[in-house]
């Protein structure tokens, strides 16, 4: 986004005026006010008479009332306490300065710190860079972790949905790779997580060499569904600040499921009527708009990793069926070779990268279809072969995909402090595809075994 079109953007949603209401009602979770013109989206403050100041979302209205959700426990509000709207929420300040920070939902600093150097201020619901002007994704963006770049190459600008159930390790593949990442900067938005789980991230996951270099957008289980949706719209002005100063920005955002559930709770508390699953219309109207302001422009990139709790290990879940429509890519961590101590635990044969082909070479592509190949075969196999029905010699194919197998595996494990550089990681590969072509060409052309034969 160019500087003149960020400016246009913070005029159009500037309230040049400060309107205030009066609270009529509060039910549930939704705050109601009288005399409030204001549009869906602002930001307000609560003054009650016998509390401090709570800030709130306006998330709908009717005939002369204006509903609210507050950021806070509205706890002591009472009817007849005034709102008055507050312009300056709908952006965030930014600067350099914010690396190594920990920001709350609304872009102020949670850890010890202090305040930093504000040096811009960028809008919180930016619009989308326009298709014609996003630039072709060409170049692979190293993530550390081979599983990933060399099965499902990433490029710079790429979305890329990380797809799981609860304890695969969604949060160890993140911590590894805000470390290990080629990216210039990473911002980190945690939505949803336990209180606990923040520090634990930056202490064991992220490490002293990953913060240095990360900004955090954190949003816990306990805050109102109007900040968790709003963390990630802040996470992606953060990255959208560092891409515009011409950096290649990692954005990774656990998780978009959090995010869906909390604007599920938004709509129902406004009475709109819920669709598949529970989940309302407007959150399959917002998942597109927040993931669609990822991408590579002109001057910078973001790429986007974002992980998926999926329900029951249900790729098919109508969350996760709509992200993935929505990504340029997904990697299915499976709980089989998790329970196995296969870490990372990628799927491969239920992983994909649709820019991979743009990214590697024809010798890169070849080898990944010869692993693919063997780990299809295997999938086929296994269960032969544990209960020794299959015969050693009968079938070149299988044979080669019997001995090949824990040299795949091999190479697809990788352990939590491991860094592996994205030309090293492509050798081994090209090396095992060699050996994997070999073994098959002896083995196709030795004659068939006795025991093939007595089979």
């Not at 205030?20 to 409030?36: D, P, Y």
Request: glycine share 10%.
């Amino acid at each position: 986004m160019s500087f003149f079109d960020r400016e246009k953007q913070l005029v159009r949603r500037a309230m040049p005026l400060r309107i205030t209401g009066r609270i009529t009602e509060v039910t549930g979770l939704t705050v109601v006010a009288s005399s409030l013109p204001l549009p869906i989206g602002s930001m307000c403050r609560i003054e009650p008479q016998s509390c401090p100041p709570i800030d709130a979302q306006v998330i709908g209205f009717g005939s002369q009332r204006t509903t609210l959700m507050p950021l806070a426990d509205p706890l002591g509000v009472t009817a007849g306490d005034r709102i008055v709207s507050c312009a300056s929420m709908q952006n965030i300040g930014v600067g350099r300065q914010m690396l190594g920070r920990v920001l709350d939902g609304l872009g102020r600093p949670i850890d010890s710190a202090g305040p930093f150097v504000i040096e811009s201020q960028y809008p919180v619901h930016a619009d989308p860079p326009p298709p014609l002007t996003r630039a072709a994704i060409d170049s692979p963006l190293s993530t550390g972790i081979r599983s990933i770049d060399l099965m499902t190459t990433l490029g710079a600008g790429q979305r890329l949905g990380v797809f799981a159930g609860t304890g695969v390790g969604k949060s160890i593949l993140m911590g590894m790779i805000a470390r290990n990442t080629s990216a210039d900067v990473t911002v980190v938005a945690l939505v949803g997580e336990r209180g606990r789980e923040v520090g634990d991230f930056l202490r064991k996951d992220l490490g002293e060499e990953g913060v240095k270099r990360t900004v955090m957008v954190v949003s816990t289980s306990d805050e109102s569904p109007v900040m968790r949706v709003r963390a990630c719209f802040l996470a992606t002005a953060v990255a959208e600040y560092f891409r515009d100063q011409g950096a290649d920005v990692l954005l990774m955002m656990d998780s978009v499921t959090r995010m869906a559930m909390a604007q599920r709770q938004i709509g129902l508390a406004i009475g709109e009527p819920p669709a598949t699953k529970g989940y309302t219309p407007s959150v399959f109207a917002l998942i597109p708009r927040l993931l669609e302001r990822s991408g590579r422009t002109g001057t910078g990139s973001i790429t986007g990793l974002y992980t998926v709790l999926v329900e029951g290990d249900d790729i098919n879940d109508p969350i996760a069926d709509a992200i993935r429509g929505t990504l340029d890519g997904h990697v299915w961590l499976s709980r089989d070779l998790a329970n196995r101590a296969h870490y990372p635990a990628v799927a491969v044969l239920e992983s994909i990268s649709r820019v991979m082909p743009d990214l590697v070479s024809a010798e890169h592509q070849a080898a990944v279809h010869n692993i693919r190949r063997l780990l299809a075969t295997w999938a086929d196999i296994e269960d032969m072969v544990n209960i020794g029905a299959y015969a050693s010699g009968t079938n070149a194919e299988f044979d080669t995909t019997i001995q090949m197998k824990p040299r795949v595996d091999e190479l697809l494990q990788q352990g939590i402090h491991e860094k592996a550089p994205f030309g090293e990681s492509g050798a081994k590969l090209m090396a095992l595809d060699a050996e994997i072509n070999e073994l098959r060409q002896k083995l196709e052309a030795q004659p068939t075994s006795a025991v093939a034969i007595a089979g």
